[in-house]
């Protein structure tokens, strides 16, 4: 089974900001990440068809995500980085997310 991931970005901050030099800047993306259990080990998903990483656009609060290899019982993460990977934000709380 595929999963579809929907990741938000946070409260009150639209991707505009997000996108500004000043923050992460041009090019800033959501990296997403897989792993079999809440405390496993997660690493970038994979697979034909994955989405590990998702480019922000100004005026878009909702991205998909795509795992190929998502099972009913993975658990998801994900950050926004800049382009470069150098400016990270935390990682969001850990979430099981069943769309497949």
Same mark, same amino acid.
């Given at each position: 089974?595929?999963?579809?991931?929907?990741?938000?970005?946070?409260?009150?901050? &639209?991707?505009? /900001?997000?996108?500004? !030099?000043?923050?992460? +800047? *041009? #090019?800033?993306?959501?990296? $997403?990440?897989?792993? &079999?259990?809440? /405390?496993?080990?997660? !690493?970038?998903?994979? +697979? *034909? #068809?994955?989405?590990?990483? $998702?480019?922000?656009?100004?005026?878009?609060?909702?991205?998909? !995500?795509?795992?190929?290899?998502?099972?009913?019982?993975?658990?998801?993460?994900?950050?926004?980085?800049?382009?470069?990977?150098?400016?990270?934000?935390?990682?969001?709380?850990?979430?099981?997310?069943?769309?497949?």
């Amino acid at each position: 089974m595929a999963n579809k991931i929907k990741v938000t970005l946070p409260l009150l901050v &639209p991707a505009s /900001d997000l996108l500004n !030099a000043g923050m992460y +800047g *041009t #090019g800033s993306l959501f990296r $997403v990440q897989s792993a &079999p259990t809440r /405390d496993g080990t997660y !690493a970038d998903l994979t +697979g *034909t #068809g994955a989405t590990p990483t $998702v480019a922000l656009v100004s005026g878009t609060e909702v991205y998909s !995500a795509y795992d190929p290899n998502g099972t009913a019982t993975t658990w998801y993460r994900a950050r926004i980085e800049d382009s470069g990977g150098t400016r990270l934000s935390d990682w969001s709380v850990v979430t099981l997310t069943i769309y497949g």
